[in-house]
């Protein structure tokens, strides 16, 4: 079935450095649309960025990932990290006509002084 | 912008006890969803409501089930409460094949 992995459950930086959160899928579907959100503590998840064109690179608020088609990935990066990006990462698939996103366990950055 | 509302906030309750939550959404979407994220941060779906049908059940136990009065509303009933129920239950809503919006959760704790 359809699925994700994140390897990494917990990564912690010291600010300034640079971010890259791990995301690999599996899905039956070749047209499938990739998404990263975000979930910061007491508040709701939110979509941080999106894509479904291979090899094409999407950026939104310092953020940005490439969707590999041809090694099912779309990592999450970042120049330079800030306390504030501190939060819970989810990368998900959406697959299928049911609008159904495939999450899994996430990645928790910490960010540190 | 919250355009995904959960209530309540937080619940505890005891085990065995019956406990509902509600969520509407005022994005006009035509789907609506119930994820459960437990204690490990494990994101999983377990319903999906499109124009009031069920549409997708993630095997999840008979004790849980969903209700919808209209597309806006989706409301998630627990008859018997289990202590690994405890977990965030989270709303959302989307157009069909689009991202999802949440909702806040709803921090359930069983004891």
């Known amino acids: 079935g359809d699925s994700v992995t994140q390897k990494e459950g917990l990564v912690t930086l010291t600010e300034g450095l640079p971010v890259m959160l791990n995301c690999t899928y599996q899905?039956?579907?070749?047209?499938?649309?990739l998404f990263w959100y975000v979930h910061y503590l007491n508040e709701s998840p939110r979509l941080l960025l999106k894509?479904?064109?291979?090899?094409k690179r999407t950026e939104h608020q310092g953020f940005h990932a490439t969707l590999h088609k041809s090694s099912s990935s779309f990592h999450l990066q970042k120049s330079s990290a800030q306390l504030s990006d501190s939060a819970l990462y989810y990368c998900?698939?959406?697959?299928?006509?049911?609008?159904?996103?495939?999450f899994g366990l996430g990645t928790t950055l910490q960010v540190q002084p | 912008e919250t355009a995904v509302f959960q209530t309540p906030n937080y619940h505890v309750t005891q085990v065995g006890n019956e406990v509902s939550f509600n969520c509407k959404q005022t994005l006009g979407h035509d789907t609506m969803y119930w994820y459960k994220q437990d204690s490990k941060k494990l994101l999983k779906i377990m319903f999906s409501?499109?124009?009031?049908?069920?549409?997708v059940n993630e095997t999840v136990p008979r004790r849980f089930s969903p209700q919808s009065s209209d597309k806006a509303h989706l409301n998630l009933r627990i008859k018997s409460v289990e202590p690994e129920d405890s977990a965030v239950y989270l709303c959302?809503?989307?157009?069909?094949?689009?991202?999802?919006?949440f909702g806040k959760g709803t921090r359930l704790t069983v004891v």
């Open positions: 899905t039956i579907y070749s047209n499938a649309f």
């Open positions: 959302a809503s989307s157009r069909v094949d689009t991202e999802v919006f």
């Open positions: 894509s479904s064109t291979d090899n």
């Open positions: 998900a698939p959406l697959t299928g006509n049911t609008g159904k996103l495939i």
């Open positions: 409501y499109n124009n009031k049908q069920l549409i």
